[in-house]
């Protein structure tokens, strides 16, 4: 039967073979996958270049159709009759129409939309009845409102959302012959939607969607794969924040659909509509060679590992009666007795580490004593005169002392179990010193149920007052999850004291002195249950979202004049 020893052997090796195996698997897996995933990039931006492409061609031919038609005497001749006295709207727009109808026969387009000067349509094809409408909130027509032609490459194409369909538009303005005013504007247009999806993912490759917001109008996954691509657009608006501000593609990510993985950027559409497309490229194909490459090492790693267990046993058996010894010594440390020395019976390596065990298991009793019982303030002093034969004379310090008091403390302990009261006094004062932890303080002492702390160095005094107000609130839950009516008074000064060892040469206590540290005394003895009373001196170093209120100031003994005082409020 194999003992702990053999058992930790053989665990190292195979550890080993592990770590090995593993790191090989995370370096080539790393290595391939940024390749991969680099040629993941390259690939996508190839799409969306290629579908640039498509959009360019469709802009161009849609441009060139429309300063064609935009020049046509008949569209000039009925648009110069808007606004004469003996036009009639409604004639103007059925003339319009039966123009644009025989205009539009001969080309392919989806959308043909005719306005006047003002920008008010006149007539459209997409939906006859649909006429009278200002469209001079589209910014294709502002711009051929002021005689602006479309620019022969630009950056984004113009879109239209025309219920329930996305446009890719050009609009050109109509001019007076002869001249440069404009008489009013012509706009094509070709639908977006599941033909150019379809067209592009054959191009490309890649699955592609085509969204108005997070509605998808076209895309070539399945559907099931569609709800689900819209409720993880629905909470990543940063996606759609990143893409709109900076009218560029998005980083690469990565969403599931259907327990599938998938590689996916998105892009804007183009410019006008809150409009996008996903490309989107599983997982699965583009990682198959890591895949087949993990399933070689995890062969590999499986018959290294048996090697291992087996070259792990023979070794553990020839040195484990050596260690046995050093074995139960550890094994009797783990369970906390540091009394444990063990002989050293050899000068080899084994002894050699029996006697730093030996070593270790005192410096370990004595540091875990010690730390029980000290401040940090009296570690950071141990710190620096650790190896010297400095003494640590007094000196003087700016710092903020908190005395803190448990109220009614007790006439709870008069009418409670002893195990009870301790119990309660050991959690009062356990969460008090954890606070005055977490604000960087230092426990001083505890004397019965009071706690004196110390905060030194720069903010003393704020950080201070939050440990105060801080142990208010948790005294406050304590008393409810408890159903008790224990308070705390607390005291704080701050000002010069003497910091240093006080007490005889076989026993000294690393703590504070003087009149500021006897003023803090006497404002927590003042304090009422859940009150916090500061001095000036503390009152100063406060930032002021901190609530302040004066109050009448009070004579303490010790002290001639009567001391301006402050209460802290909750």
């Known amino acids: 039967m194999l003992n702990k020893i053999q058992v930790r052997i053989i665990l190292l090796f195979s550890s080993l073979v592990f770590i090995i195996l593993l790191g090989v ?18 690939d996508f931006k190839k799409s969306q270049a290629t579908f640039e492409v498509i959009q360019r061609q469709n802009y161009e031919r849609l441009v060139e159709t ?66 009278g409408d200002t469209l001079t909130w589209r910014e294709t027509i502002r711009r051929s409102i002021e005689g602006i032609d479309p620019v022969l490459n630009p950056d984004f194409i113009d879109l239209w959302t025309i219920e329930p369909y996305v446009y890719q538009v050009v609009s050109v303005p109509s001019f007076v012959p002869s001249a440069t005013s404009v008489l009013g504007t012509l706009t094509l247009g070709t639908i977006l939607g599941q033909k150019e999806a379809d067209t ?132 009797k440390v783990r369970q906390g007795n540091y009394d444990i020395s063990l002989p050293v019976t050899s000068k080899d390596e ?42 640590f004379a007094g000196r003087r310090m700016d710092v903020t002392v908190l005395f803190s008091d448990i109220r009614g403390f007790t006439a709870f302990s008069e009418k409670t179990e002893p195990e009870v009261v301790i119990q309660m006094l050991n959690q009062y004062l356990s969460v008090q010193a954890d ?41 406050r839950e304590l008393n409810r999850e408890a159903d008790t009516q224990i308070g705390i008074g607390i005291g704080i000064n701050a000002g010069q004291v003497v910091l240093g060892n006080m007490g005889s040469a076989n026993r000294l206590d690393y703590t ?37 209120k004066p109050l009448e100031p009070m004579s303490f003994k010790g002290f001639s004049e009567p001391i301006p005082i402050y209460e802290v409020l909750s």
């Open 350 to 391: 084994l002894g050699t580490l029996t006697s730093a065990f030996n070593d270790m298991t005192r410096g370990l009793k004595e540091r875990f004593h010690l730390l029980r019982y000290v401040g940090s303030h009296t570690k950071e002093m141990i710190g620096k005169v650790a190896g010297t034969d400095a003494d």
């Open 25 to 42: 698997l995370l370096i080539i897996t790393r290595s391939v996958g940024d390749q991969i995933a680099d040629k993941v990039r390259k």
């Open 200 to 331: 592009l993912k054959y191009l490309s490759g890649f699955d592609v969607t085509f969204l108005q917001d997070t509605v998808i109008f076209a895309s070539t996954l399945s559907r099931s794969d569609q709800f689900q691509l819209e409720d993880i657009l629905q909470n990543h608006p940063d996606w759609f924040d990143v893409v709109r501000s900076q009218m560029a593609s998005s980083p690469v990510f990565d969403v599931t659909l259907s327990h599938n993985r998938y590689f996916s950027v998105m892009a804007p559409l183009g410019k006008g509509e809150n409009a996008y497309y996903i490309l989107s490229a599983p997982e699965s194909q583009q990682l198959a060679i890591i895949t087949a490459i993990e399933r070689l090492i995890y062969l590999t790693g499986a018959f290294g590992l048996f090697l291992a267990i087996i070259l792990s046993v023979l070794v553990g058996t020839t040195i484990t009666r050596p260690i046995t010894a050093l074995s139960v010594g550890v094994e």
């Open 66 to 131: 429309s300063l064609i038609l935009s020049d046509q005497p008949l569209l000039k001749e009925t648009l110069s009759l808007i606004g004469q006295p003996e036009s009639k709207p409604e004639v103007i727009h059925e003339t319009v129409l039966i123009g644009i109808s025989d205009m539009a026969s001969p080309i392919k387009t989806d959308l043909f939309v005719v306005t006047d000067r003002e920008g008010v349509q006149v007539a459209s094809l997409t939906n006859p009845e649909a006429w």
């Open 512 to 548: 504070v002195i003087g009149a500021n540290v006897n003023l803090g005394a006497r404002l927590c003895s003042a304090a009422r249950a859940q009150q916090i009373l500061i001095t000036d001196s503390v009152k100063r170093g406060l930032g002021e979202e901190i609530p302040i």
């Open 435 to 475: 606070l005055v932890e977490k604000f960087q303080g230092s426990v001083d002492k505890f004397v019965g149920d009071e706690m004196v702390a110390i905060f030194m160095n720069e903010g003393h005094q704020q950080r201070a007052a939050d440990c105060a107000r801080s142990i208010m609130q948790a005294t």
